[in-house]
């Protein structure tokens, strides 16, 4: 189920990443591109739940993300399972726990994750790309939502609607979620956000 429930959410994140149309709202988007644009680092934790009709209770995991301007990415899932997925310098590679140790994924997942990845590294800065599979539209108030509806097939049967709240101070995505329907949606949640200070080294690097 876990498994099942981690590719459906590498499709979702690459839809979403994918689909901020300037057309609509661009003065909005020209704004949320200028105020990212301080953003030379960032860290956050992430709790990210998935929450199905069928299921009792959430599936929740837990783990660490973080940026690097221009393109370095480190997102590492810490609970239940550890897994750490790393671009830096336009290359990609995916490690999974296994016997104690942290090995590389040599079966292609690292690729689907670079596609995701690289989309991650232009929003983080601001910069969102024409998609004519969504309809967006900016709410403001306390904090800036960015709502993303379908407008085609493409999506049917995968997202009703995507909902990405970001800070009205920075642009920095504090909550995105996304809705496949009445039975089942994914939140995450960047928690402890720290913004523009020196990150571990070795944070882009292999695992040892």
């Known amino acids: ?25 661009a003065d909005d988007f020209d704004r949320l591109r200028r105020d990212a ?85 232009g929003w983080m800065k601001g910069k969102f790309t024409a998609n004519p599979s969504f309809a967006a539209r900016v709410q403001e108030g306390p904090e800036t939502q960015i709502v993303l509806t379908p407008t085609g097939k493409n999506t049917a049967g995968l997202i009703e609607k995507i909902e990405i709240t970001v800070s009205r101070k920075d642009a920095v995505v504090k909550t995105v979620r996304i809705v496949e329907g009445a039975a089942a949606e994914t939140r995450i949640d960047f928690l402890h956000t720290v913004v523009n200070q020196t990150l571990p080294p070795g944070t882009f690097q292999d695992i040892p």
């Open 1 to 25: 189920m876990r498994g099942q429930a981690g590719r459906r959410l590498l499709i979702l994140l690459f839809l979403l990443l994918t689909a901020f149309p300037a057309a609509a709202g």
């Open 37 to 121: 644009s301080g953003i030379s680092s960032l860290s956050a934790d992430f709790v990210q739940k998935k929450s199905m009709k069928i299921l009792s209770a959430p599936l929740v995991s837990k783990g660490k993300f973080y940026y690097a301007a221009p393109d370095s990415i480190r997102w590492e899932y810490v609970k239940p399972i550890r897994s750490i997925v790393i671009s830096n310098q336009g290359n990609t590679k995916r490690y999974i726990a296994s016997g104690g140790k942290m090995i590389e994924d040599k079966t292609g997942g690292a690729l689907a994750m670079k596609i995701v990845l690289d989309e991650v590294a």
